[in-house]
């Protein structure tokens, strides 16, 4: 049985304005209508005797991954939550650990969650051939068949002599990121692929090599399983032991220094969207070479990626650019230098500015709210509350909140009263007093709330009860 394990711990900071900490490119739908989690989870349909889906995940985001995976299986064997980000290495032992201990035998597909894969067919057909060497105990990567002379990937080196019969070869190294010169070798040479990140081995397997080649690693993943208490759905990993683990990749951990590692070459329309150019590739341009989502009016434009998420974008005489608009926030940039975005993103880190963080909308596990007007001491949200679900039970110590509500029904607890609005209806919410918000209805609750105080921070909030098991200052 192949357990497909996936990895959604990244930030995707190179696709911001879109991909963002709270809101990384992995639970956007960049590439099609599904997000790139999802997509990663359909694209196992076709690969025979699968078991459950796991995921390795940052606890910030567990309610949307969490949502997100419902939507697309009902066949989840957990969550895991890092407390702290590790790398690979930490994170595929602690899924092996798990993974060993209720499917004793199994392999295991260890999957990013934020990659595109276009040929699905040649991906199965490449798991299926990795899965036999696998199950021998060879601990197998996919190499991607390079298109170009890339610099944005790590490649793998392959002894490509010593395994033609068998459709895959020995690892001889993994190599850091090249310039463009040493790209254009490794091409030419036909003995280096792309690392993909994706790897496939037994539980077992992986740990005894991880215990041998990296024990700091297994010990502290293994404490920190030990140790990892359920959160709702959740397996939430000790924090201190995990945090004090080594961090390393697969690569560099395992697989460059086993004698048991072979790569199966795989060319299937593989990328890691790691920047916007990237992206522009693989969505279907128009006659003039251009990709546009949203409203968007374009003159004289060519080879050009265009994002319009709110508002009209109109572009003039261009070529080779991208544009991405999102409520808060205006991305333009040469596509020559999209990968540079990551150092406007490190800017804007430094100077705590909340667009590099969340976006306008931000997601909660009982539905959403946006921020539509605000000032020095008022603010206007649009909050979206799901079917049966509910906010904490909670007081404010600097601000008061009016309610209206503008479709659905609303239970609201205020104090020691609890009353019901619907459609046009609306309430008061004291500073100090305690309150809930809950729909029970079959619709989405959807009300406008007007803040007034002295401070308005998300921080102002103190939890009494919370159906979703936060003790965090996150309403």
Same mark, same amino acid.
């Given at each position: ?11 995707? +900071?190179?696709? %911001? ?5 709270? *809101? ?10 599904k997000t790139m989690l999802q997509e990663t989870v359909a694209r196992l349909e ?15 985001? $567990? ?19 890092? =407390? ?72 793998? $080196?392959?002894?490509?002599? @010593? ?5 895959? *070869? ?24 792309? !690392? ?28 920190? &399983? ?26 560099? #951990? ?20 790691? #920047?916007?150019?990237?992206? %522009? ?9 251009? /990709? ?5 009016? &374009? ?5 050009? *990626? ?19 608009? +999102?409520?808060?926030? /205006? ?44 000032? @020095?001491?008022?603010q206007v949200k649009r909050i979206v509350v799901n079917p049966g679900a509910a ?21 609201? +607890? ?22 809930? &918000?809950? !729909?029970?209805?079959?619709? =989405? ?10 401070? &308005? ?19």
């Amino acid at each position: 049985m192949i357990i497909p394990v996936i990895l959604s711990g990244g930030s995707g +900071t190179r696709l %911001w304005p879109l991909s963002r900490v709270q *809101y990384p490119k992995q639970l956007l739908a960049l590439a099609g209508e599904k997000t790139m989690l999802q997509e990663t989870v359909a694209r196992l349909e076709k690969i025979a005797d699968t078991g459950p889906v796991y995921c390795v995940c940052n606890e910030d985001h $567990r309610f949307m991954v969490a949502e997100q995976l419902r939507q697309v299986t009902d066949d989840m064997g957990g969550i895991i939550l890092e =407390p702290v980000g590790r790398n690979t290495a930490p994170a595929a032992a602690v899924a092996a650990l798990r993974v060993q201990e209720e499917y004793p035998g199994a392999t295991m597909l260890l999957l990013p969650a934020d990659h595109v894969i276009q040929d699905t067919c040649a991906f199965v057909k490449a798991v299926t051939l990795g899965n036999k060497a696998a199950e021998e105990g060879v601990l197998v990567t996919f190499g991607i068949v390079p298109e170009a002379p890339e610099t944005g990937y790590g490649y793998i $080196r392959a002894a490509v002599q @010593e395994g033609k019969e068998y459709g895959m *070869y020995p690892v001889e190294k993994f190599v850091e990121k090249p310039d463009r010169e040493t790209a254009e070798k490794y091409v030419k040479s036909g003995e280096y692929y792309w !690392n993909s990140g994706m790897f496939l081995f037994k539980a077992s397997r992986y740990l005894e090599e991880i215990e041998a080649q990296a024990p700091e690693i297994y010990e502290a993943s293994r404490a920190a &399983l030990e140790k990892a208490t359920e959160d709702l759905d959740f397996l939430r990993l000790d924090k201190e032991v995990f945090a004090a683990c080594p961090s390393d990749s697969i690569d560099y #951990a395992v697989m460059e220094k086993t004698a048991h590692a072979v790569v199966v070459p795989l060319d299937a329309g593989w990328s890691d969207v790691g #920047a916007w150019s990237a992206l %522009w590739k693989v969505k279907g341009q128009d006659p003039s070479g251009n /990709v546009t989502k949203g409203d968007v009016q &374009l003159l004289d434009v060519k080879d050009s *990626y265009i994002h319009a998420s709110g508002r009209i974008v109109a572009a003039v005489g261009l070529s080779d650019h991208v544009i991405v608009e +999102t409520p808060d926030a /205006v991305l333009v940039a040469s596509k020559d230098r999209v990968q540079d975005v990551k150092t406007i993103v490190e800017r804007l880190k430094s100077e705590g500015r909340d667009e590099v963080i969340t976006h306008v909308k931000v997601n909660r596990p009982w539905g959403t709210y946006e921020t539509v007007d605000q000032s @020095e001491r008022f603010q206007v949200k649009r909050i979206v509350v799901n079917p049966g679900a509910a906010l904490s039970l909670q007081r404010h110590y600097h601000r008061a909140e009016h309610w209206v509500v503008v479709k659905g029904t609303a239970r609201i +607890t205020v104090g020691e009263k609890e009353i019901v609005l619907r459609e046009d209806e609306s309430t008061y919410i004291p500073l100090g007093i305690k309150h809930r &918000l809950a !729909n029970p209805g079959k619709i =989405p609750l959807e009300l406008i709330e007007v803040q007034t105080g002295s401070y &308005l921070g998300e921080d102002d909030i103190e939890r009494f009860d919370d159906k979703y098991g936060r003790n965090a200052v996150k309403k």
